[in-house]
């Protein structure tokens, strides 16, 4: 999202305008923010991110599915939607009344930070996220060290926060596995060591 400008709408004309010109946005606090482009490092590791997810669920064997950027997740408790670089979904996919494409029961969510995103993903949506009731993973991918951030759900409700580095491994039991963050950033162009 960044600091790109926004246009003020409601949901309904939201929706009109992401179908109108093809553009993702993110609508928050009724205002619609063009999703801007990323760069090629991002890129590489958003595609290292869902190609270790994909291969972890294995697709037609579990009852969990990894979406793409292209998965809009809405938070039902503050009305916003937001498009992360991964999300996964257990069961059967649930989506907004008002919006039939965007999810509302994610059990793990995926930002691979950047400079222009990085404050949003560790604030507002990290408040956000963790309103709907089915999460229970949110994870943060950095671009300038081999780390991610794991915040998983207790059962009692509370968080807790993790730091995975190199060498280490993101743990996802109840997901069937888990990432290690050596080959996260290896699939992505990166060798241990090196930086991003």
């Given at each position: ?160 926060y993790a730091l995975v580095r190199a060498g280490g ?28």
């Open positions: 999202m960044g600091a790109a400008e926004g246009l003020r709408t409601t949901y309904a004309e939201y929706l009109e305008l992401e179908q109108a010109t093809g553009v993702r946005h993110e609508f928050i606090d009724g205002v619609a923010y063009a999703m801007a482009g990323g760069t090629p490092a991002h890129a590489r590791l958003s595609t290292s991110v869902g190609a270790l997810f994909f291969a972890m669920l294995r697709p037609g064997r579990g009852r969990c599915r990894a979406y793409s950027a292209d998965g809009k997740i809405h938070v039902v408790a503050q009305g916003n939607s937001y498009y992360p670089d991964l999300s996964v979904v257990c069961g059967r996919v649930e989506t907004a009344g008002h919006d039939r494409n965007a999810i509302t029961n994610p059990v793990l969510v995926v930002e691979v930070l950047s400079e222009s995103t990085e404050l949003t993903d560790r604030k507002r949506k990290l408040r956000e996220y963790q309103q709907i009731t089915t999460l229970k993973h949110y994870v943060l991918v950095a671009q300038d060290a081999h780390q991610v951030e794991h915040y998983k759900r207790n059962d009692d409700g509370t968080w807790t491994a993101l743990q996802l039991p109840d997901l069937g596995g888990s990432i290690a963050i050596d080959e996260l950033y290896a699939a992505a162009g990166h060798a241990r060591g090196e930086p991003c």
